[in-house]
């Protein structure tokens, strides 16, 4: 195959084997398909920057099966019926792998498209790689041969963020606030369950969603929480839509513990430091820029450098690229058919320290969780987030095989 998407060898370059300059015999492409435009927009630019930053690393040392990595670009603005649209777009530019990652609406409708196609058109598949989306439905009932996903998904998160929570004393009342869609109904239903079994003693004194990427000012969804009298908060919110909610919090002198999945997204962390939340927000992660972990360290420093200080938010999409490599690299081909048998049931060491492992009954990734909180940088910690002088630190550590979940997924497999 000719024209693929695929991704970067981050194996290889770690090693720092340097390759002489090739004049490349052929173009392999990377779709990534996510917000450029909306609500989305500032997450889904720097999502773009971590792809083309891994394209160009590759590219230096050589690229991958002697072929150059471009990254092609379609905005999806967060829309299901829109992301349907920039598939297809790319299947027709000769497509074959795409990667996606930010709304589980819209990896529900890619996963369905990708499927439905590949029953029509065999020979012809299409890989879908998914680094962000975390509904666990994606690796449960609605499972697909063509979808692998990097990311844990939500119920293996709350399941970490729960068991970090029960822990604290202080935490005697709890307001929920989600965005309303599939994986915000997620996380309030299992933060719920989660919390009644691990903590009865919690009263949760409000449960709230919202529109998705819609709200500009969390003012009136605040003063709600204030006037609950909840002491922490525990939300799934993303992109603008937490960044917001910080913010609105720090301007009421709102002082309750934010628990959250995506507090590092774009403003979130000015949003903190602003509210002087020191040590009172705190994410449930795959990795953070702080880790002592040498070689993260290194690619951290190497990446901040080329993109003016950006932090790498996504070491999933590293673990991702890696093995998306070493697929294609051990098939000694990009048909997807083939990367997808290698990538079922492959190990790595994650770019944070520690194995990793793609299940192969459900295509879900496990590897090492972290639960970090946000303040003022202390000891050996080296990097901050947004000029803030402050930075992430690991407060708590689930093992990977600490974090598997059952699965539901009766997946079909090609004949």
Known sequence: MKHAYV?????ALALGVAAPATAFADTLKIAYIDPLSGGGASIGEIGLKHFNYLADELNAKGGVLGMKVEVIAYDDKTNPQESLIQVQKAIDAGARIITQGNGSSVAAAIEDFVAKYNDRNPGKEVL????????PILTNDKCSYWHFRWDANSDIKMEALTNYMKTRANIKKVYLIN??????QSVRSEARKMLTDKRPDVEIVGD?????LKITDF?????????SGADSVITGNWGQDIALLVKAAADAGLQADFYTYYAGGAGGPTAIRQANLADRVFVVV????NIPYGPSQEFEQAFRAKLGGQSLWYPRVVNEMTMLVKAIEEAKSTEPAKVAARLESMKIT???????????????????????SFG???GDARFDEEHTGWGWKTVGKVDTGDTIVPTTCKMQRPS
């Open 7 to 11: 991704a970067v060898a981050l194996s």
């Open 128 to 135: 879908y790689l998914n680094y962000a989306a975390v509904d």
């Open 179 to 184: 965005q309303d869609y599939s994986f915000g």
């Open 208 to 212: 709230e969603v919202h529109p998705l």
């Open 219 to 227: 003012s009136p969804y605040v003063a709600k929480i204030k006037a």
């Open 286 to 289: 795959e990795g953070h820029a």
């Open 350 to 372: 994650v770019h944070n320290g520690g194995e990793g492992f793609m299940r192969n009954v459900d295509h879900q990734f496990f590897q090492p969780m972290y639960i970090a």
């Open 376 to 378: 003022p940088l202390a």
